[in-house]
């Protein structure tokens, strides 16, 4: 069992940065692939940017270039540095573990961002 807690959303300015963290509980995160979802109201929850346990990392298209995905494993915590964000990536973002070659998947409650002037 692992418990997500997301921080760091807040209303920032178009080409505005934030940095979102998810830390997490219960069992190392060493063992776990590491992801950021995000959702906006009316659409489909989409894949921001991932991190598997050995590093490997992936990133939607419309972030390339944008954002940057870590991880910190002695903290249990993994980030998202986003810079020049758009309003078009104002959505709620949450953190998702997942165990592989496994059904267990965590989710975290999320945490709102907002870009707009």
């Known amino acids: 069992q692992v418990q997500l807690v997301e921080s760091g959303g807040d209303l920032v300015q178009p080409g505005g940065s934030l940095r979102l963290s998810c830390a997490t509980s219960?069992?190392?995160?060493?063992?776990?692939?590491m992801g950021w979802y995000r959702q906006a109201p009316g659409k489909q929850r989409e894949l921001v940017a991932s991190?598997?346990?050995?590093?490997?990392?992936n990133y939607a298209d419309s972030v390339k270039g944008r954002f940057t995905i870590s991880r910190d494993n002695a903290k249990n915590t993994v980030y998202l540095q986003m810079n020049s964000l758009k309003p078009e990536d104002t959505a709620v973002y949450v953190c998702?573990?997942?165990?592989?070659?496994?059904?267990?998947?965590?989710w975290g409650q999320g945490t709102q961002v907002t870009v707009s002037s």
């Open positions: 991190i598997s346990r050995e590093g490997a990392i």
């Open positions: 998702n573990a997942a165990l592989r070659f496994t059904a267990k998947t965590y």
């Open positions: 219960g069992n190392s995160m060493i063992f776990y692939d």
